[in-house]
Nanobody, 123 residues
Framework: QVHLVESGGGLVQPGGSLRLSCAAS????????MSWYRQAPGKQRELVAR???????MYAELVKGRFTISRDNAKNTVDLLMNNLKPEDTAVYYC?????????????????WGQGTQVTVSS
């Protein structure tokens, strides 16, 4: 069993900053991609940023230059630093990880999600 727990959401004024954190725990053998998604009311969930196990990163066009994703492979964590936040960044942010988990007899590949953390950008 693998669990992802996010933290760091909240209310911030336009132009402000927030850092989201996500920690993966459980029977983890390895983690490949770790990502942040977001879902605004009435909209589909969208990819915000992704990082590979080697540290390569990619960002959605709307957040390039403002958001930075980083990970600590030793701790199985991924952060999202969000600067110059805009009202349109308001959403529930979800952590996602592609995990190879292990038990005594086998390895299993799965995609896991956190419970989500609310980010509200408003004056």
């Amino acid at each position: 069993q693998v669990h992802l727990v996010e933290s760091g959401g909240g209310l911030v004024q336009p132009g402000g900053s927030l850092r989201l954190s996500c920690a993966a725990s459980g029977s983890i053998f390895s983690i490949s991609a770790m990502s942040w998604y977001r879902q605004a009311p009435g909209k589909q969930r969208e990819l915000v940023a992704r990082t590979s196990s080697s540290g390569r990163t990619m960002y959605a066009e709307l957040v390039k230059g403002r958001f930075t994703i980083s990970r600590d492979n030793a701790k199985n964590t991924v952060d999202l630093l969000m600067n110059n936040l805009k009202p349109e960044d308001t959403a529930v942010y979800y952590c996602n990880a592609d995990v190879v988990s292990s038990d005594l007899s086998s390895y299993n590949l799965g995609s896991y999600w956190g419970q989500g953390t609310q980010v509200t950008v408003s004056s």
